[in-house]
């Protein structure tokens, strides 16, 4: 038997060999850290199951944006737990609400720093869902008016870019729209287009204290089974006039973002979620992951499916690999 002509294992043999011939690069420009913000002052409560991340009150959070500045990091994307909630999730868009505080604080600190702002009411109702809510049941086109209230405050505030991640139908256009009327036709929207009723958002859940009190989002998050469905929804927001569309959560959907890249051709976001980040953090505590090789696998794996942007709570962790890797 003749020996094989082509030897793939030659380009193998040295690392730098490795290197030269690596299809996907992770750079620090690709990623996105999101974070927590509350009221208060020198808060910075940790969150159990997500090693490493804590909500933060806004003072702290400037720490946290200027390490992530100073690491290359281009962007953070911003959720807020409000102080009190009710039926309509009235903080969401209120002037004074924590995300529109942490906006102000974190664009007159850090200014190069882009600010994404999360477009949902789940984190400020009482009943925990992301629309209203009447007669026991989420209703959409109420919702709307809401969301497109809070696009708006968060544009006021100073915010880049807003990223709505309810999943009604229509709320891209309603937010488009608005933002239009109000001047801010420059605005971009990122929004989460094929978002998944995923059981990977727990550990979320528990930061943002966001969990529905009755039922839950099957109604109006996608089906984990489909996938032609997600390029139906990302082809409606992209005709309402998003800018960036998103595939979440990122890892048990690298089928999606991968034809979502070769169907659309559009920037592309994936959000690896806290479930993703939890579980690599647990494996590597317990010793059965290494937990550096771990998260570098997964999140070239995002970024090989397609994905331009990858949100990930493991953006700081990843950087200073990066950055070390490149030292080295």
């Not at 199951?49 to 990091?73: F, H, N, T, W, Y």
């Not at 664009?107 to 984190?123: A, E, G, R, S």
């Amino acid at each position: 038997m003749g020996q094989p002509v082509f030897r793939p294992r030659r380009l193998r043999e040295k690392p730098l060999l490795r290197n030269l011939v690596r299809e996907t690069r992770l750079g620090v420009d690709d990623l996105v850290y999101p974070v927590f913000a509350v009221h208060g002052r020198g808060i910075r409560d940790p969150i159990a199951s997500m090693p490493g991340q804590c909500r933060l009150s806004v003072d702290e959070l400037l720490k946290d944006a200027k390490d992530v500045a100073g690491m290359g990091i281009p962007a953070l994307l911003l959720f807020g737990l409000p102080d009190e909630k009710d039926p309509r999730g009235s903080e969401a868009y209120a002037e004074d609400g924590i995300v529109q505080q942490a906006v102000r604080a974190v664009k007159d600190t850090v200014p190069d720093l882009l600010v994404v702002t999360d477009v949902c009411l789940c984190q400020y109702t009482s009943h925990g869902h992301c629309g209203v809510v009447e007669d026991g049941a989420v209703r959409n086109d109420p919702t709307l008016e809401l969301l497109a209230r809070v696009a708006v405050s968060h544009a006021e505030a100073g915010a880049d870019m807003v990223a709505p991640s309810d999943m009604m139908d229509g709320r891209v256009g309603a937010i488009r729209e608005a933002l239009d009327e109000a001047n801010y036709a420059e605005m971009p929207i990122m929004a989460y287009s094929a978002k998944y009723a995923s059981s990977f958002y727990g550990p979320f859940r528990e930061a943002a204290d966001s969990a529905p009190q009755f039922g839950d989002r099957r109604s109006y998050q996608m089906d984990p089974a489909n996938g032609a469905e997600a390029m139906r929804e990302i082809a409606l927001d992209l005709d309402e006039g998003a800018d960036i569309v998103m595939v979440k959560p990122a890892l048990p959907y690298l089928d999606v973002i991968s034809r979502a890249k070769t169907e659309f051709g559009v920037p592309l976001a994936a959000y690896s979620v806290s479930g993703e980040y939890a579980m690599i953090k647990a494996a590597g505590q317990l010793g059965w992951l290494d937990e550096r090789r771990a998260m570098m696998e997964a999140l070239t794996a995002i970024r090989r499916a397609g994905a331009d942007i990858v949100i990930t709570y493991f953006a700081k962790d990843a950087a200073r690999l990066l950055e070390h890797d490149r030292g080295a």
